[in-house]
């Protein structure tokens, strides 16, 4: 796999209770298509403890995307359908139900976009409501 061959571009936001948190990202990252899949994987750095942690978005031909955190067994986001995950936090692996509402993918061989929108349920009760969009360019 090429390192850091592409330019990503990550604008988050969670909305919890009503109240919006966004956050806005840019950095290098690995883009390859491996059997029509395609795969954005880039390096995240703590910034309390300074670990590196790798996360990969895998973007299947058929809509379902999942992102791995390190080496979590992934969060798999899927339209119509609720899926649950063991997800790694700074405060230990949550157990975490999540249920996608959008996917909008416009990925292709030169790069392009992905937008995410999908909802955490934690024991049944939406935790927040969450949008990733990732802007991928050749550099």
Avoid: W
């Amino acid at each position: 796999m090429v390192e850091n061959n592409y330019n990503l571009k990550i604008k988050t936001t969670q909305v919890v209770e009503s109240e919006s948190f966004d956050m806005d990202f840019e950095m290098n990252a690995s883009y390859v298509k491996i059997n029509d899949i395609r795969y954005i994987s880039y390096i995240q750095i703590d910034e309390e403890s300074k670990n590196k942690l790798r996360t990969t978005i895998k973007v299947k031909p058929n809509g379902i995307v999942t992102i791995i955190k390190g080496k979590s067994e992934g969060m798999i986001l899927e339209i119509g359908k609720t899926h649950s995950c063991s997800y790694p936090t700074p405060f230990g692996t949550i157990l975490l139900e999540v249920s996608a509402f959008k996917i909008v993918n416009s990925l292709n061989d030169d790069g392009g976009e992905l937008e995410l929108q999908y909802s955490l349920i934690v024991d049944g009760n939406e935790l927040s409501k969450n949008t990733l969009s990732l802007t991928v360019k050749e550099i």
